[in-house]
């Protein structure tokens, strides 16, 4: 950027007008100024230097910023076991009723000695009135080999887990979903299932009804991760799977 001379005239009209030497003093100062930036000692570098300094800091907040599967939970004080908190004041009938209330229905030979639940899915179902129930088993990591299901195109159906939990209340459950074709995310969803007490017999839960797409570019495959995480985004269990779309459910139970 250049100044020219123009800039030297309106600090006369400011009353400098019967002082032509510091006037042209100014002159020659701001012209060497702009003539050779790099030996100014005025803030303009300064200035830049911040605006520099804010975007590095802007870009390294979005690159921290933290997704729902790396948040930090919040200690709020000592954590007891279960039975711990069950046997603290035994004796005093008040208490234990309002614990019992608040507890629910625990089964106490199912409670344990550590502060983490046990949470152990059994099955996935996929439950149609169009077909009988497709019970689907989980290997124990969680991948099972190739196909797993085939859906068919359009057909209403919901999902039914049946998990066990033990040693501990798991609070609030929940199931997240992704669904790729191609290596294109096409579908996502997350889903509260609740809040859970340590018993011997599993639980059952259905899912919201869903609808399967259709047409000639919905049917093929599909490559999947299903979560299942607690409020301290503690993930019990991931499945990384693959299913089809097709025009009729595939032969089989």
């Not at 005025?42 to 911040?50: E, N, Y």
């Not at 004041?89 to 030979?109: A, F």
């Not at 077909?131 to 299901?149: A, C, H, K, M, Y």
């Not at 985004?233 to 499945?239: G, R």
Request: aromatic share 10%; with cysteine.
């Amino acid at each position: 950027m250049s100044l020219t001379v123009g800039a030297v005239p309106s600090c006369r009209n400011m009353g400098f007008d019967d002082d032509k030497e510091a006037a042209e003093d100014k002159r020659d100062t701001l012209e060497k100024k702009a003539t050779h930036p790099e030996e100014s000692d005025d803030d303009g570098g300064g200035k830049i230097g911040s605006r520099q300094m804010s975007e590095s800091s802007f870009y390294a907040t979005e690159d921290d910023d933290n997704d729902d599967e790396h948040r930090t939970s919040i200690q709020l004080g000592p954590q007891c076991t279960l039975k711990e908190q069950l046997e603290k004041d035994k004796d005093d009938e008040s208490l234990r009723k309002w614990k019992e209330q608040l507890l629910g229905s625990v089964d106490i030979d199912n409670i344990g000695e550590t502060l983490e639940p046990e949470v152990k899915f059994l099955s996935v179902s996929i439950v149609s009135p169009d077909r009988t129930d497709i019970v689907l088993s989980i290997p124990e990591d969680g991948n099972p080999q190739g196909l797993w299901f085939t859906l068919k195109e359009g057909s209403h159906y919901r999902l039914k887990f049946s998990f066990q939990v033990g040693n501990n209340i798991v609070s609030g459950l929940r199931y997240t979903n992704t669904v790729w074709k191609t290596g294109v995310k096409v579908f996502s969803t997350k889903e509260m299932i609740g809040t859970f007490s340590p018993q011997l017999e599993p639980y059952t839960h259905e899912m919201p009804e869903e609808t399967a797409p259709s047409g000639f570019f919905a049917r093929g495959s599909y490559t999947a991760k299903s979560k299942f995480l607690d409020d301290d985004n503690k993930c019990y269990l991931e499945i990384n799977y693959t299913f089809d779309i097709r025009k009729e459910w595939a032969s089989g139970p």
